[in-house]
């Protein structure tokens, strides 16, 4: 027993993988800007160069939050690509979490075909710091294709999918399952290059830790009667 | 249906290979392959086609002039040490012109005249300077005065005396020929060699560009019409660097019979002249594109042309690779899935939510003039959605947001932060103007 594991600590590192230890990224990994996610992903971040895929319950739980430290560093000369969102990337938001607007790059309203072809151009053309995209449907041989386009440039690619895609095989080298907890978000990791996750991991975003409070904290609030219409200070 | 004397001037290697050589009759042509396919000479086009390989040949030198019917005189002496020497400028003048859908002869010589007479007679020539190069003219035949304007009583002249080489000619004594009217034989001559100056007249390139082509074949298939694209956009390519100049737009007129024509808008976000950029752009725009009938000739027209940066060569190859990139993408992106499809985000001074918010082109910084930071949700619905009121838990709130009554469109609004029944963290408001109407307007994604 003991024989082994001495023979196989001599080698060099990176040779032989052990299951228990996450594997080292072939690509430097992009810090996701959560400690304790980053203590969970192989090579400490998003994956460099690889597809991984979002599974959320429901929108509105946290899953842009969770990639907003990823934007933020957009470079001058790269685009952040949104590829047929569900709903609109609401700009003021977007500006005051410190996302450069004018490099997000907003693809809209493409049927799958032309979707597929735009996830597929942002990725291989290596002039995006990020693609977050969001198929309405995929087959395993696309998310195939999808997964080599974004290794071969070098691209983050992030598809969100629906929660019945958790059940199935993906060729995606980080698969995340999100679901609502209160002050942020709670993550399940579906698939990673490393032992399997055991519990799920409980992260906080900063745009949500302040509705910790207890959800009837203000469930009653004071009707706020009408004033009258007129004209008021911008800044009121 | 044919002049009576009519001659084949050039054939194709399949009806060479039936035994038709240029300069044998039509009728014998006939007889000898019935079904060849002839084209009467259109002088025109030929005109045209010179003047379009003028045009794209500046960018080997701004020195050049059109010799009709069938010459293009490039003065090549200024650009040797720029594309490496003769015999790279030469191999690299020849491979660009195939990309014309063109086939030419060339040589190079130290004076036009001689560097005319050997590309007809000995293509791929290449003489340079050094002292005795008109001894290779010698060998040259003596029926090549005839297109530089001798007549033919001159010629018949030189062939009673046994004249047949250029060199011949040239030793005959010059106060004799001249008596008998073959003064410009000698004129010729001392141009070819270099001993008289023989001044061109300069072609100037067009101010806007416009390559036309007609298809062989009419077609609808895109990869044909690819083919013929490129071919358009190798000759505006040479027309933007001989101006020294790059563009933003063109417009590709595709020419139907029956039709009226289809017309291909290609936008660039950066000026370019490279027509590989063009060339993917149109591909783009080809594939989405439906074409009511078979194509029977197109047309590539520039748009205003710009004035390039100068800039020099980097050792480590070209700066801002990926900035050239970033905008290919939009570029490709806005040509396939249209314009207004592709764009970037801006801010308005609009404290409406669904106000607040605008698209612009790709890429450009719109205004930030944001008002004072209040929390905004990440997504935002398309509408406003009707929900009601025991599915949420109100957490934060009210923001009240009253405004637009001058512009028709007034929003009096309460906004929370909410909790939905699935968990989602949502952004929703009562409508003032109907209290107890509740809706989602965003979420916080």
Redesign the interface.
Known sequence: MGAPSAALASLPAGLVWQGNQLAAASRPAHPTGFAELDAELPGGGWPGGALTELIATTPGIGELSLLLPLMRRTGAQQWLAFIAPPLLPYAPALHAAGVPLERVLLVRNGDAAQTQWAIRQACSSGACSAVLAWPAQTDNASLRRLQLAAEASATPLFLFRPPAAAAQASPAVLRLQLSAAPGGVSIHILKRRGPAASAALHLRLPARTDTTAPPHAVACPAPARSAPAGIYPRCA | MHQPRAQVIAVSASARARGVHPGCSIAAALAMAPQIVLHARRPELEQATLEELAAWAGRYTPQLSIAAPDTVLLDIAASLRLFGGLQMLAGEIGSAVAALGLHVHHAVAPTPRAAQWLAQHRPGCLIDGTHGWQEVLDELPVDLLAGAGVSTAVLELLATLGIRSLGQARRLPRAGLARRQGAAVHALLAQACGEVADPRLSYQPPERHRGHLLLPHPSTRIEPLLFAVSRLFAALEGWLWAHQAVLEDCRLVLEHEHHPPTIVDIHSTTPTRAQTQLLVLAREHLATLTLPAAVVAMALESGPAQRAAQRSGDLFGPA?G??G??A???D??RA??GAE???????HAD?R?ER?????A?????N?D????A????????APRQVGRATL??????E?I?SG?WDGA?V?R?Y??A??S?????WVFED?DQPGQWYVH????
């Not at chain 2, 944001?370 to 930071?373: F, I």
């Open positions: 801002g990926k900035d990139d970033a290919l993408l939009a490709r992106l396939r899935l499809r592709v764009g970037s985000l801006c801010l404290h939510p607040a918010w605008g698209i612009t790709a890429g450009r910084r719109g930030c944001s008002l004072p930071a929390p905004r949700p990440l997504w935002l619905a398309q838990t109100l957490l934060e709130g009210p009240r009253e009554w007034p009096r309460d929370y932060l909790r939905d699935r968990c989602a963290l949502c003032l965003g979420l916080h994604g």
